[in-house]
């Protein structure tokens, strides 16, 4: 895994967002499972708490192989149990959202006229 740092605004001396890439040595998307298995590794030493904490809490992921939401969805859920963490569960839904794979929703879908009121989606607690 490199830091495919990628230029953004400049917080506490550090450019956002951070980011992250796995890169195979043929210089092709790496498969996914290098890629999870890269998140997990970081993940467990602790490697990705320092970067989440050092970069007001975003990390950018790029290069992982099959970009596709049951990617995204896999790496993210890796890297939460690796860490210690359950990913984010939706519990009653303000607007209509269609889930796309686990822990992926689409945008909302409802009505314009619909008012979103202030709401909070709590980070995941740790186990």
């Not at 951070?18 to 590794?41: H, M, N, W």
């Not at 993210?76 to 686990?102: C, D, F, M």
Request: net charge negative; hydrophobic share 35%.
């Amino acid at each position: 895994m490199t830091n495919g740092k990628v230029r953004g605004p400049t917080i506490h001396s550090n450019d956002l967002p951070f980011g992250l890439q796995v890169k195979a040595s043929t210089g092709a998307p790496p498969p996914v499972e290098d890629s999870v298995e890269a998140l997990r590794e970081h993940a467990a030493s602790g490697k990705i708490q320092e970067l989440l904490d050092q970069y007001g809490g975003a990390v950018l992921i790029r290069g992982y192989g099959q970009p596709s939401a049951e990617t995204s969805a896999e790496l993210v859920s890796t890297t939460e149990q690796a860490r210690g963490y359950h990913p984010h569960e939706q519990i009653g839904l303000i607007g209509k959202r269609n889930e796309v794979a686990k822990n992926v929703w689409i945008a909302n879908e409802g009505s314009s006229l619909v008012r979103f009121y202030q709401y909070n989606e709590a980070r995941s607690i740790a186990t």
